[in-house]
């Protein structure tokens, strides 16, 4: 089942910012938790990912428990990216990393993950639905919260936009609404994990990939983008604060874990594993998980 993508930008070569590194680190966190009890022995994800960062990374901690990660990105560049990743991970002998826009056909892994992706293809139920036929026992969907208190006020800075501009955003999608999405979901199996995870202090306004929140939220507004000083045409480098990628990747240890990282995550505080009401009202992003080994056995089918 084919499901093209809409026009996306360029595949993001760095992680920029505090808060894509917490966002990272929240995802491994939440996956290193429940890892454990699957025993995942080959794992997919892409080919689509909505994260402002480097595609293609949200199966490192997989592989760093022994799985072999397939990870499809949409060109060569971008797989060039992830390899290189892997390879200063030590653990590119567990990685195969393809250039393709579909799920393969014909083929099965353990656990298949798709991460924010819904709002990116032109069908996301066709999209959803063929990443599910790739996935023996669990299919991994992340789409954005959309009841955070950052969406209210993203709701709120749009009418204050340079030029009025009203665009539909990640939130907005119809695949974030749990009234939609699980019951398409439960046609593809039961759903065993519901997790909202990015849960930081700071609200998630959406900004693009490549920025940070300062220099997105003062481009939106009028006026705002003089006080940028050219913050946002420089590209960014890695080695400096934040910017992380083939170089410098630290979320397994390593140059800039204890210079930057774990000061950080002592310093700035995060819902993750707060009681649920609390998470649900800074979660970034709601991940489940559906059970694709369970469908005979609970009645369910795929659409």
Known sequence: MKAPTVSLPPPARFDVGWGTAYERWAVYRLLRRWLPRWEVGTALEGPVDGMAGIPGL??????????????????AQAAETVRSVYRLLGLED?????????????????????????????SWEAYLGSGAACARRFFVVSVSHRSSYGVFLRKALRLLEAGGERGRELFDHPSTDSRVLEPFLRRLGPIVEDAYVDCPWWPDLFVQTGET?????????????????????????????FVYGPGRFPFLGGPGWE??????????????????PLASVFAHHRVRVVARDRIASDGAAPK
Do not use: I, W
């Open 58 to 75: 949200h199966l490192v901690p997989a592989a760093e428990m022994g799985a072999h990660v397939t990870v499809l990105v949409p060109t």
């Open 259 to 276: 210079e930057e990282v774990s000061p950080a995550l002592r310093r700035h505080p995060v819902f993750d594993e707060a009681c649920r």
């Open 213 to 241: 929140l300062l220099s997105g939220t003062l481009g939106r507004l009028p006026f705002g983008r003089r006080f940028l000083h050219g913050a946002r045409v420089r590209p960014a480098r890695e080695g400096e604060p």
């Open 94 to 122: 567990r990685l195969t990393v393809r250039a393709q826009s579909e799920f393969p056909v014909g083929e099965s892994f353990d656990l298949v993950l798709s991460y924010a992706a819904a709002p990116c293809v032109r």
